[in-house]
C-alpha cells in the first residue's frame, strides 16, 4: 500500500503530482469583452422579464392615467394701431414691433386681466363665490400658455384641459380676447383723454373770452380803441375820423347781422341758415360728424332692433353731435350780439375820444404799456384755447378708427387625439427604466451568485485544476435513457468522451501511476456516483480491468442503481469477513467488477475506515487497473476524509453553476494536501443548450462546430 501510494506521488521521472494548492489562482481580465457579452447572454431571460415588466406598467400607468387634450391656435402681430393712434396723435404713440413688445404680448396672454375677460365672456364663473371664481381664474392661469415662432411676430396661444371640446373653445377665447385687447386698452385710452380735453376746454375757452374782454374793458376805459397808438393828434384825429366812419359802418353792420339772425330764430329756423353759423369751420366738422353719425345709425338701425347696445351708442353718438352743433351756433349767435355791442361801444367810444384825442395823447401813450400786457395775455389764452380745441376735434375724428394689433392666422380646431400622458414618450422612458433596472438587477444576480461555470473559474477561485466538464445527458440526445446506460449505447457521444477526457486528464495529472481514483463531492446531488460508475464503465471499455466500489454508506447509490436485494452479500461482508472476495477469477481481460453495499439497516461506518478497508484496496491493486471508489460528501459525512487518503487520487464533483464556491472551498479545506491528493475538480450537468453561459476558453463554446464529431 504505502510502496503504490509513494510511486503515484513521485511519478517514473521523480516529478511530483499535482496537489491541492500547487495551483495559483488565476488572474482574471474583467476587461475582456466576451465576459461582458457572457454576462449578457446569461442573465438575458433576467433582463428581459424585468424589462417587460417595466414596459407593462408604463402602459398601464398611460392607459390609466387622466387624458390631458391640446388645443393651439395662432396669431400675428401687427404694426396697424400704432400706425392710426400716431396718425391721430393719440396720448402715448404705440411702439414699434420688437422682441421686447412681443414677450410682453406674450405675457398679456396668460395674465390674470385675460384670464377674468375669458371666464366672463365663456360665462365660467356664472353663480360662482369668489373663491370659487379665483380657482377658476387660477386654472385658466395655468394652463394657457404662449409661445413666439422663432424670431417672427407670430405667437402660438396654446389651452391643456381635460376635454377636448373644452381644450379648443378656451384657447379661441383667448385668441379674440387678445386680439381686441389692444382695441379695447386705445378706445379707453381715447375716452379719458377726450374727457379730460372736453372737460380742460371749457375752462379754457371761459379763460380767453374773459382776457379777451379785460382786454376790450382797458381799451374803452383808457380810450385806446385804435390798435396803433398813434403820437401825434392830428394823425390821431384823422385816423379816428376813418376810424368813426368804420365803426359807424361796422356797428350798423353787426346790428343788422344779428337782426337778422334773431328775426331767423324768432320765425322757427333752427340756426343752420345763419350766415355766421354756415360759414364756420367747427359747425363744417360737426355737420360732417353728424352725417357719419347718422348714416351709422342708419346701418344698425337696418340690421339691428332699437334696444342693441351698438344702436343705443350710436343713437348717443349722434345726440351728442346735434347737441354740440346747436352750442356751436348759440355760441354764434353770442358772438354776433358781442360783436354788436362791441361796435356800439366802440363807435360810441370812438365819437367821445374823438373830441378830447388832443387833451388825452399823453394819458393815451402811458396806458398803452398796460394795453400791451392785456394783449399778450389774450394772445396766449387764445392760443392754448384754440390748441386743446384742435385736440377735441383731433380725439373725435380718431373714434371708431381704432384698429386691433394682432390678426387671428388660424383658430384652434378639436384635438383628436390627448397631448398627455404621451404613450410613445412614457414607453420609451419605461423601456429605459426597465433595461436599467434589469441589468441592475442582473449585476445583483451576477454578484449573488457563488456557482462555479467555466473551468478558468474553477481554478482561478478554487485554486485546483478542472479536470473536465461533464455535459448534461438531456442537452445532447434530449432521450430518457440513464447516463450509465447512455455510455453503453452511445460510446461514440459527446457524454462519453467527457469522461474519457477525465480519465486522460488524470493520466496526464499522475503519469497514469493513479489506481485507486476516488470521487466525491461537496454536498450531496452533485452527480459523484453517476460520474463514478459512467467513469468505471468508459476505463472498463478501454481495455482496463476496473473495479467500482460503492462507499456510500447511508445513499447507496451505486446498490441502489443495480437494484441490489436485502441479503445479498456486499462490500460490508467482504470486510467483515462474512463473504470472502475470490480475487483469482478477476484475472482476465475486459473485466469490470461492482462491490456493492448490501440493503442493511447497519451502518457499520468502522469497517471502511478501518485497517480492513485498507487490506482490501491492497488486495485489489494486483488484480485491476483501475479502482474507483464512490465516496460519500465530504462536508455532511466525516469519513469521507479518511476513506479520501485511502485513494491515490481525489476527484472533487461539483455541479455545474449550481454548488456555491464556498461549500467547495470549505470541502477542500477539510481535505490536507498532505493526508489527501486531491486532483482537480470535475464541472458536472454542464447543460450544453446553454453554450452562451460558458467562456470562450472552455472547449465546450464550441461545441456547435464539432458536434458534427459524435453522430
Known amino acids: 500500500m504505502s510502496g503504490s501510494r509513494d510511486l503515484v506521488a513521485t511519478g517514473t521521472g521523480g516529478t511530483a503530482v499535482a496537489n491541492y494548492g500547487d495551483y495559483a489562482p488565476l488572474s482574471a481580465d474583467r476587461m475582456d469583452l466576451s465576459e461582458s457579452v457572457s454576462f449578457f447572454r446569461r442573465q438575458f431571460k433576467l433582463i428581459a422579464i424585468i424589462t417587460a415588466l417595466a414596459l407593462a406598467a408604463g402602459a398601464l400607468i398611460s392607459i390609466l392615467a387622466g387624458k390631458t387634450y391640446l388645443a393651439e391656435s395662432t396669431v400675428m402681430l401687427t404694426n396697424d394701431a400704432a400706425i392710426v393712434t400716431q396718425s391721430t396723435a393719440a396720448t402715448t404713440p404705440q411702439p414699434a414691433l ?58 402660438t396661444i396654446s389651452y391643456q384641459a381635460e376635454k377636448a371640446a373644452d381644450a379648443s373653445t378656451i384657447v379661441n377665447e383667448f385668441t379674440r380676447q387678445f386680439v381686441n385687447w389692444e382695441l379695447s386698452a386705445e378706445q379707453e385710452r381715447n375716452a379719458e383723454a377726450r374727457a379730460i380735453v372736453e372737460e380742460r376746454l371749457g375752462e379754457l375757452r371761459d379763460r380767453a373770452q374773459a382776457d379777451t374782454q379785460a382786454l376790450q374793458q382797458y381799451r374803452i376805459a383808457n380810450n385806446l380803441p385804435s390798435m396803433t397808438g398813434a403820437s401825434l393828434t392830428e394823425q390821431e384825429i384823422s385816423t379816428y375820423n376813418q376810424e368813426v366812419t368804420t365803426a359807424r359802418a361796422a356797428a350798423a353792420e353787426d346790428q343788422a347781422r344779428l337782426n337778422t339772425a334773431l328775426a331767423q330764430l324768432r320765425s322757427g329756423s333752427s340756426g343752420d341758415d345763419v350766415g355766421e353759423a354756415l360759414g364756420s369751420p367747427v359747425i363744417a366738422s360737426l355737420r360732417a360728424q353728424e352725417a357719419l353719425a347718422a348714416t351709422t345709425v342708419a346701418d344698425l338701425s337696418a340690421k339691428y332692433g332699437p334696444n342693441h347696445p351698438q344702436l343705443i351708442r350710436a343713437n348717443s353718438q349722434l345726440s351728442e353731435v346735434q347737441n354740440r352743433i346747436q352750442s356751436e351756433i348759440g355760441r354764434v349767435i353770442s358772438n354776433l350780439r358781442a360783436k354788436q355791442e362791441v361796435s356800439a361801444q366802440r363807435l360810441a367810444s370812438l365819437n367821445g375820444s374823438l373830441a378830447n384825442a388832443r387833451a388825452k395823447l399823453s394819458q393815451n401813450n402811458s396806458a398803452m404799456v398796460g394795453l400791451s400786457e392785456l394783449e399778450r395775455a389774450a394772445e396766449a389764452s387764445q392760443g392754448i384755447y384754440e390748441t386743446y380745441l384742435n385736440r377735441f376735434k383731433e380725439l373725435i375724428a380718431a373714434e371708431g378708427s381704432e384698429k386691433p394689433n394682432a390678426r387671428i392666422l388660424t383658430l384652434a380646431e378639436t384635438p383628436i387625439f390627448p397631448n398627455s400622458p404621451n404613450i410613445p414618450l412614457n414607453l420609451a422612458l419605461a423601456l429605459v427604466i426597465g433595461l436599467g433596472l434589469g441589468i441592475l438587477a442582473a449585476y445583483i444576480k451576477e454578484a449573488l451568485f457563488h456557482g462555479i461555470s467555466t473551468p478558468d473559474e474553477a481554478e482561478r477561485d478554487l485554486g ?19 447516463p450509465a446506460t447512455a455510455i453503453q449505447e452511445s460510446p461514440k457521444s459527446a457524454f462519453a468522451e467527457s469522461f474519457r477526457s477525465l480519465g486522460a486528464s488524470i493520466d496526464l495529472a499522475t503519469q497514469g501511476q493513479a489506481k485507486v481514483i476516488a470521487i466525491t463531492s461537496a454536498l450531496p446531488g452533485e452527480g459523484k456516483t453517476v460520474m463514478s460508475c459512467c467513469l468505471a464503465s468508459v476505463l472498463a471499455a478501454g481495455g482496463q480491468r476496473t473495479m467500482l466500489i460503492d462507499c456510500d454508506l447511508r445513499r447507496q447509490g451505486i446498490s441502489r442503481l443495480l437494484n441490489m436485494q436485502e441479503g445479498q452479500k456486499g462490500l460490508v461482508d467482504v470486510l467483515d469477513g462474512s463473504a470472502p472476495i475470490d480475487l483469482e477469477q ?33 488486495q485489489l491493486r494486483g488484480h485491476f487497473d483501475r479502482i474507483i471508489l464512490d465516496l460519500p460528501p465530504v462536508l455532511p459525512i466525516a469519513a469521507t476524509r479518511i476513506l479520501a487518503s485511502r485513494a491515490d487520487v481525489v476527484v472533487m464533483a461539483t455541479k455545474w453553476r449550481d454548488t456555491s464556491r464556498f461549500a467547495i472551498r470549505a470541502a477542500l479545506r477539510r481535505l490536507p494536501p498532505d493526508q489527501v491528493n486531491v486532483l482537480g475538480v470535475v464541472l458536472s450537468g454542464v447543460d450544453m443548450s446553454r453554450r452562451s453561459f460558458l467562456n470562450p476558453h472552455d472547449p465546450y463554446f464550441y461545441y456547435s462546430q464539432y458536434k458534427e464529431y459524435y453522430a
Open 464 to 482: 485546483v485544476p478542472c479536470l473536465a466538464s461533464i455535459p448534461l445527458l438531456e442537452s445532447i440526445d434530449g432521450g430518457e435513457d440513464h
Open 586 to 618: 478477476y484475472d482476465g481481460d475486459n473485466v469490470f467488477c461492482v462491490l456493492p453495499l448490501s440493503p442493511s439497516r447497519e451502518e457499520p461506518e468502522h469497517l471502511l475506515r478501518g485497517q480492513e478497508f485498507v487490506d482490501l484496496l491492497e
Open 98 to 155: 420688437s422682441s421686447e413688445v412681443v414677450d410682453t404680448q406674450m405675457q398679456i396672454i396668460s395674465s390674470q386681466e385675460m384670464a377674468q375677460r375669458v371666464a366672463q365672456s365663456l360665462g365660467l364663473t356664472n353663480g360662482l363665490d369668489g373663491a370659487g371664481q379665483r380657482k377658476v381664474i387660477d386654472e385658466l392661469q395655468e394652463n394657457v400658455g404662449a409661445r413666439r415662432a422663432g424670431e417672427s411676430y407670430a405667437l
